[in-house]
């Protein structure tokens, strides 16, 4: 089977701050494009993927929380629905393939229930929680056009937007 990597958005780019369109219906195309979004991510390597981060504006997003290299697990979540969310909340240190190498806590309920269809096109509620839960809600944020630095203070976004577009001209010297 051909894979193919694609490349990463940075921030700030335009593309990740649009809100992303419904899949109209689960067909080859989204196959693919799904397919490549998990060796995508495998190869990042990261716990979660949203298209936008790969310049697609559908509402898709991959992820894989499992804590073990070998045993793979991935997630397709098409036009993915918050359903229910939890009045317990939870911190973590979070990161982003789009901002490589900047963290910062971020506070999300700790549970959501989400529904989605899968690769197959069938439709699934599930109950996330931990680490997935707020994987599932920083990946639905960025098909919103919403970045995780979005949830911090003024400050601290712009230090690393800073941060960023310097990392951009360095990488493009
Ligand atoms: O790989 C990732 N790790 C991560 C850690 C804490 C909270 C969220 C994430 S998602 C991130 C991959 C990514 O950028 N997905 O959009
Ligand atoms: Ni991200």
């Given amino acids: 089977r051909i894979m193919s990597l694609l490349p990463i958005l940075l921030h700030p780019d335009p593309r990740l701050k649009k809100q992303c369109v419904p899949v109209p219906s689960v067909d080859a195309d989204t196959r693919r494009l799904a397919e490549s979004m998990i060796e995508t991510m495998y190869d990042a390597p990261g716990v979660g993927l949203a298209a936008p981060q790969v310049a697609s504006d559908a509402r898709i997003f991959v992820m894989d929380c499992t804590d073990s290299e070998t045993d793979n697990n991935p997630l397709v979540l098409i036009n993915p629905e918050i359903t229910w969310v939890s009045e317990e909340l939870n911190t973590y240190s979070e990161g982003c ?13 700790k549970q959501v229930r989400m529904s989605f269809l899968d ?5 699934h509620e599930e109950l996330f929680d931990d680490l997935w839960a707020t994987c599932a809600q920083h990946e639905l944020d960025h098909l919103n056009g919403v970045l995780f630095i979005d949830h911090l203070s003024r400050m601290k976004r712009s230090m690393m937007t800073k941060k960023m577009v310097k990392f951009k001209k360095e990488l493009a010297l």
């Fill in 119 to 123: 690769i197959d096109g069938k439709h």
């Fill in 97 to 109: 393939l789009s901002l490589p190498d900047l963290f910062e806590d971020v506070e999300r309920p």
